[in-house]
Nanobody, 112 residues
């Protein structure tokens, strides 16, 4: 297991960009999959993106073409670059790593 700490959230206008970071407290080299979920008020947590140890990436249809996930095993960090943000992207974003507990989340708010 790893402990995960998310950062990079904030308030941004529609059409803007943010980059989220998820730092693990130890090496992520051996972790198969890492990624992001999000949870909007009153809604269930939903999948956003994941990246496997071989670099393969997967995205929810709602973010394809706008979000990019990447990982830097040397820095034990996963990133989520979010472009062309929409108000419906407003949520708490949670990082995950296979076999580890969720991070505390970071709030992303997109104003119209």
């Amino acid at each position: 297991q790893v402990q995960l700490v998310e950062s990079g959230g904030g308030l941004v206008q529609a059409g803007g960009s943010l980059r989220l970071s998820c730092a693990a407290h130890r090496s992520t080299f051996s972790i198969h999959a890492m990624g992001w979920f999000r949870q909007a008020p009153g809604k269930q947590r939903e999948f956003v993106a994941r990246i496997a140890s071989d670099g393969n990436t997967y995205y929810a249809d709602s973010v394809k073409g706008r979000f990019t996930i990447s990982r830097d095993n040397a820095k034990n960090t996963v990133y989520l670059q979010m472009n062309s943000l929409k108000p419906e992207d407003t949520a708490v974003y949670y990082c995950f790593a296979d076999g580890s507990p969720w991070g505390q989340g970071t709030q992303v708010t997109v104003s119209s």
